[in-house]
């Protein structure tokens, strides 16, 4: 059973260029996080969404900043025109749709990516 | 408002020896809290959760967690270190948001160095 897929693991862009993340939840799940790390920081909350929704988008960036999780495919995180301060590590998690709160509530996290903006 | 503070920013010890990594909470609610373990360069891992069960629970890898309310805490332990432990640890308590996400809000994190 392979767990949350993250791709690609590293990513480079030049200021002004778009970056998009993509992310295959857990087999099973149909609720995707994703969640942005500075350096030295833990991890801040910025999306939540299941299939063709957007449930809860209180922790992203009112600008540049999109996602998506279609009927079909990854959900994908997408920045446009990208600055230094985007660089970071985003990490997507899932977690079942079904279960009790406790399951529903546990997320697993992919490797992330690494994004780099010069 | 929910809040995490993890007390030590690092934490060192040496391989065989007793670790403690501490975790302080602050909730609004009765909260559920999790345990996650970050190798270099790597995702993150739970390692374990409370989710108002039992107040001592176990994880992977032989960590476990001790939830006690009245101190609000939930601090991380394990009985003898190893090499391979060497990582970053966050406490995280999850939050129900109006929405009806469950966001997770993390701890700044713990960087465990295991001396041989």
């Known amino acids: 059973n392979a767990g949350v897929m993250q791709n690609p693991r590293h990513l480079v862009r030049r200021r002004g260029q778009e970056a998009r993340l993509r992310c295959s939840p857990m087999?099973?799940?149909?609720?995707v996080y994703w969640y942005r790390q500075l350096p030295e920081e833990g991890l801040k909350f910025m999306v939540y969404l299941q299939k063709e929704n957007i449930i809860d988008e209180s922790g992203m960036p009112k600008e540049r900043f999109s996602a998506e999780f279609p009927k079909e495919g990854p959900s994908i995180l997408r920045i446009q025109q990208v600055v230094r301060g985007d660089s970071a590590a985003y990490f997507c998690a899932s977690s079942p749709r079904t279960g009790g709160p406790a399951d529903q509530e546990t997320q697993y996290f992919g490797p992330g990516t690494r994004l780099l903006v010069l | 408002a929910q809040s995490v503070t993890q007390l030590d920013s690092h934490v060192s010890v040496s391989e065989g020896t007793p670790v403690l990594l501490r975790c302080n909470y602050s909730s609004s609610y009765s909260p559920s809290l999790f345990w996650y373990v970050q190798h270099p360069n790597k995702g993150l891992q739970l390692l374990l959760k409370?989710?108002?069960?039992?107040?001592l629970v176990k994880g992977i890898n032989g960590f476990e967690a001790e939830f006690k309310k009245s101190e609000t805490s939930f601090h991380l332990t394990k009985p003898s270190a190893h090499m391979s432990d060497a990582a970053e640890y966050f406490c995280?308590?999850?939050?129900?948001?109006?929405?009806?996400?469950?966001?997770?809000?993390f701890g700044k994190g713990t960087k465990l160095s295991v001396i041989p």
């Open positions: 087999k099973g799940h149909s609720h």
């Open positions: 995280v308590v999850t939050f129900r948001s109006g929405a009806g996400s469950y966001q997770l809000t």
């Open positions: 409370y989710t108002s069960a039992a107040t």
